[in-house]
């Protein structure tokens, strides 16, 4: 799509870019491996807003070079929760599983968070406007209890983190509210073309694929296997 971008940290994390006539959208922060903020100001010079998809580490361990942030107030605490030595291990791991084939890094380029920027709350409903450009919020819990899916319905792109992809991890909700959530995210399938995770280039593949169509269905149909007590670990 036209001022779309994916930034591609290593095979870690991605975070994408998003312009309009008068202001850019970030949206993540991945790992902090990488100098963001130098990269996203070689890309545009326009005021730059920043919002994280969920509060996990691999999306938000960026967030220090920024002054402020938006994040759904469920994550805020888990955001806050991050350690160093963890983002560096898991910078580590995703290198000897191939990404340093690929890429040139070191876990020892995880910087420090020395100051949180201001957590600004992010709600299903909001909106972004970037400048003949909207971008809508959608709340998707189960991956996070705060998880966001961010929707550019002019250029008919999901941005969707990690609350409906190939891997999802519930790890903080129940698979009730998890599959309540997808069911809803299945709902607006009728207003995007392609749903693009948090995730492109895992150890050392690098790629930008939109998520099969078929992931809400199959994760859907996962959650209720489970629920009738017929899943199989």
Avoid at 13 to 31: E, H, N, P, Q
Wanted: glycine fraction near 10%; charge should be negative.
């Amino acid at each position: 799509a036209p001022h779309t971008y994916a930034i591609n940290e290593f095979g870690l994390s991605t975070m994408y870019l998003l312009t309009g006539t008068k202001r850019a959208l970030l949206i993540d922060t991945g790992c902090g491996i990488c100098n963001l903020q130098q990269t996203v100001k070689s890309m545009t010079d326009k005021p730059l807003q920043v919002a994280l998809t969920h509060g996990h580490f691999d999306h938000c361990s960026g967030m220090g070079c920024f002054e402020k942030v938006y994040l759904n107030e469920k994550d805020w605490e888990l955001a806050k929760s991050i350690s160093q030595a963890e983002v560096r291990e898991y910078a580590d791991s995703f290198g000897n599983a191939g990404g340093y084939e690929a890429y040139e890094y070191s876990p020892g380029d995880v910087k420090e968070i020395k100051k949180f920027p201001q957590f600004l709350p992010l709600n299903d409903g909001d909106h972004f406007e970037l400048g003949g450009r909207s971008v809508e919020i959608y709340e998707i819990p189960g991956h996070t209890r705060g998880g966001i899916a961010f929707l550019d319905a002019d250029n008919r792109i999901m941005i969707s983190g990690d609350c409906c992809n190939t891997n999802l991890l519930a790890q903080d909700s129940s698979v009730t509210d998890t599959l309540n959530a997808l069911k809803k995210f299945r709902s607006l399938s009728p207003k995007f073309d392609r749903n693009f995770n948090g995730h492109v280039g895992f150890m050392g593949h690098p790629d930008c694929l939109s998520q099969p169509e078929s992931v809400p269905d199959d994760l859907i149909h996962i959650c209720e296997m489970i629920l009738n007590g017929q899943g199989t670990p």
